[in-house]
């Protein structure tokens, strides 16, 4: 089934990539800690603002309540643009501005978690990894590939096992994308989804 997965995935999605768009390695980080409970959309939009106007350098000294002002669409703004000055602090004093390489460093820096960084690592340095967001968390409960009460952690670790390392990055944005546009929380399309024998929202919802 696992090799159906993988297959039925590259099928719908042979080229799948991050849908945050950033030009720099702090741009991705700051984006993505920006699309916690919000759409890549929508922080895309708030991104070109941001990032037109301000560089890593910018922000340290940047007004607050500018960022506040310009980040207000993705939600909980007041949080994330402290985050966003004491990452852009912390990038500028100890690594020049540059996101580097370093798990333990990322991890822990405000607003990033280990599904921030695995997205981080994974797209700037290649580093093999799955990121558990919603939607890659919706797909694994249904296909059986987790449980509903496993923690995003258990989730991360139960698809690390189950696929072979060499896919795990390649199929954390196609679990994204498929949970995005096909797999979805509300009006998920089943019909047409060639993994729906093995689906036990299908199979639940059949049998209703």
């Not at 080229?15 to 929508?42: F, G, H, M």
């Not at 405000?110 to 890659?136: E, F, M, Q, W």
Request: overall charge positive.
């Amino acid at each position: 089934m696992k090799n159906k997965i993988i297959d039925y995935l590259d099928e719908l999605y042979p080229n799948p990539k991050c849908e945050l768009e950033y030009n720099k390695d702090y741009e991705l980080l700051i984006a993505t800690v920006l699309s916690a409970q919000c759409t890549d959309k929508r922080v895309n939009m708030v991104t070109k603002v941001l990032f037109s106007k301000y560089n890593i350098f910018d922000l340290v000294n940047v007004p607050i309540k500018e960022i506040e002002k310009i980040i207000k669409p993705c939600g909980t703004y007041t949080r994330k643009a402290l985050y966003i000055k004491e990452i852009a602090k912390s990038l500028v004093e100890n690594y020049k501005g540059t996101v580097p390489n370093n798990r333990e460093y990322l991890e822990s820096l405000p607003g990033v978690g280990r599904k921030t960084c695995n997205v981080v690592l994974s797209n700037i340095y290649d580093v093999p990894a799955i990121a558990v967001d919603t939607h890659v968390k919706r797909v694994s409960d249904r296909l059986n590939l987790s449980k509903e009460k496993d923690s995003v952690e258990k989730t991360e670790k139960k698809l690390m096992k189950a696929f072979p390392i060499e896919k795990w990055s390649r199929l954390h944005h196609q679990m994204v994308l498929f949970g995005r546009y096909n797999c979805k929380s509300r009006n998920p399309e089943c019909e047409n989804c060639k993994l729906k024998e093995a689906c036990l929202h299908y199979n639940k919802k059949t049998r209703s």
